[in-house]
């Protein structure tokens, strides 16, 4: 249906007395605006009734020129919204006719069935947008949303112009292929693209991590045979660099399409990627291929999109997200091309299996003729133990380090395995097993604020915590670092330091390393997967003697004497069981598998696995490969 015929619809269905003055697209959202709010209101169904007729979400607005004063409406309001609310900030919005209420109870601004919020809209006109604060201040959160309001105004008309494209008729597809642009046969940057005879769309851009192999840093979108303005929309399963990591650069060289995420996976990657260029800067003393102000064009082009819901995205490709289970706002991604022609379901990073602060990755689907799924842990003798015995073993290395009076350094990724480290520690200590400081250095704090902004994405019993102001991230084991590192490892106290990053390939995990690493009564946990070239994985391989570069820029020989262990279990990733249970479980079952995000060999033997005991037709793709699928 095309933007005419949506708007002859509503033309259709909506009563006269409701005073419908205008229809218009907005990212996702077809906007009506009305003159009389109550008469709307007074038909409970109306809205309802739209939204079936014309397949779209609907956002209801009162026309502008009714919308009372934010003086006067502030005070209307601060008469409806209990204190007890929490409201931290209102502002209002004109170019959305929105005003922008941030609280830490949204629920009371709410109100039951949504009552405060649609007296609101009949008394003022003004529509509520209503942001969660977090339980413990988060400077990437305060950045987002006042940058996000800060260019309202832009982000209306660029809002708009993607609508129309949506809404626009289009002939119907013939063909339907992908191209693999990174993360196949490898970790790291990951990158497909997928096109139809009208659409290109890409599923994640990211970097590799292990920055080592500067060939092997971003994905090959020097193939693509197309500018980069060509492309219709960008898909980002979740924040992770090897995921998110060059999306920026998109938008340095000709992009200006839509990003599509959940909230929280929006907020995180903006963390992340800032970070990204101040290690570049500080720790590799490179340029970073893009700049501040591409993250902030890619944070003004994210429409952000819920598990479950499904949107259209193109005129002829609906996209629904699905719980991956990896880290806070991960998604699987479900693509519907052409109504019907083809399905497919792209894993990014996901977890089949218990951890303590998400759900596992969701299996039920509508339809799925092809499945790309990773295959990190896909190796035939990647299976961990139990969670129970895992952290049993993490907590018995933990205690027998701080008996020998040593010191505990945990590299982990800052967003996911820091947080799902940091609630091991803290069940043990409210357990009375646990009883020491736990350092928090890098942006691990920091992440850990975004995710009690958005509660919904955890486990019910972390949610619950979070929404009874009583956050296991906020306990008083977890002491933030800030101030100088080496006071920390000379202090004569045992303790625990989690820090990123996860690979030791740079940040402050490394500092620690240069000064902890040769006394032998300290420990190094390896708590989630080391690239093949990191630092990590040739300690972790058992390297006793490694070459590092010193505060005064020159390379010396740092001695490994500290005791090095792995705990698997704590990955955010699915071992091989989870994989291949993973697959048995997608509904419906998918006509071909394809596996990525593995070491070549991991894929190789997933893909075996798939074939021979679940009778899939399964395929290891190589980077550049073309595959046509319809």
Known sequence: MNLKEIEHKIKEIMPEECGLTK???EGLDIVVYVKNIKAVYENNNLIR?????????????????????????????????????GVKSIKFNPYFNEVWIEAYKPGL???KKGSIIKEILIRTGWSTRILREPTMESSTIKGVRSTLFKESKKRKKFLVKIGKSINKKVD????????????????????????TTNNRILIDCGINPDTSDKSRLYPYLNTLNIELSEIDAVILSHAHLDHSGFIPYLYAYGYDGPVYATAPTR??????????LEVMNRYFGEESPYNIKHVHKQLSNTITVGYNEVVDITPEVKLTFYNAGHILGSSIIHLHIDDGLHNIV???????????MLDPAATQFPRVETLFMESTYGGRNDVVPNRKEVEERLMKIITETMENKGKVLIPAFAVGRSQEVMLVLEEYTRRGKFDATVYLDGMIREASAIHTAYP???????????????SPFESEIFETVKGDRKSIVEDPDPCVILAPSGMLTGGPSVEYLKMMAEDDKNTLIFVGYQGINTLGRKIQSGAKQIPIVNDEGKTETLNIRMRVETVEGFSGHSDRKQLLAFARNVTPRPERVFVMHGDPTKTDDLVNALTRKLHLNAYSPMNLDSIRLK
């Open 23 to 25: 229809v218009e697209p």
């Open 49 to 85: 009734q739209i939204a079936s007729a014309i397949k779209k979400r609907i956002v209801l607005r009162v026309d502008p020129s009714l919308l009372k004063e934010p003086d006067e409406a502030l005070k209307v309001i601060k008469e409806l919204v209990p204190e007890e609310a």
């Open 109 to 111: 601004v709410i109100g």
């Open 172 to 195: 119907k597809s013939e063909w339907v292929k992908v191209t693999a642009l990174g993360g196949f046969k490898e970790v790291g940057r990951s990158c497909l693209l997928v096109e």
């Open 267 to 276: 907020d995180l990657s903006v963390l992340l990627q800032m970070d990204y």
């Open 346 to 356: 792209y894993t990014g990073d996901f977890k089949f299996g218990f951890t303590r």
């Open 456 to 470: 919904e994405f955890l486990r019910s019993n972390v949610q619950k915590r979070i929404l009874s102001n009583d």
